[in-house]
Nanobody, 116 residues
């Protein structure tokens, strides 16, 4: 079983930076990729970024490309989402997710609020 816990959210001014963390429990961390998703008030959950199990490949939504960087530290069972040049439209609850043995696991999310 996998448990994912997000942290690092908060209030930041437009143009600022935040680093989100997704900490995973269990010994299978190296076997699955991790994705970050976000859901703004009144909107559907959307894909933000993803990283493969090896960390060799990363993927980004067009809206965050060039501003966000995803990385993973296998020694710490943690995936990071470094966010730069934040915009008010980045305001959302951010979730991390991983799929292991055909099961999708989700964290409870961390709130990011970007003020203008």
């Amino acid at each position: 079983q996998v448990q994912l816990v997000e942290s690092g959210g908060g209030l930041v001014q437009a143009g600022g930076s935040l680093r989100l963390s997704c900490s995973a429990s269990g010994r299978s961390f190296s076997r699955y990729g991790i994705g970050w998703f976000r859901q703004a008030p009144g909107k559907e959950r959307e894909f933000v970024a993803a990283i493969t199990s090896s960390g060799d490949n990363t993927y980004y939504a067009d809206s965050v490309k060039g501003r966000f960087t995803i990385s993973r530290d296998s020694a710490k069972n943690t995936v990071y989402l470094q966010m730069f040049s934040l915009k008010p439209e980045d305001t959302a609850v951010y979730y991390c997710s991983g799929r292991l043995n055909g099961i999708d696991y989700w964290g409870k999310g961390t709130l990011v609020t970007v003020s203008s």
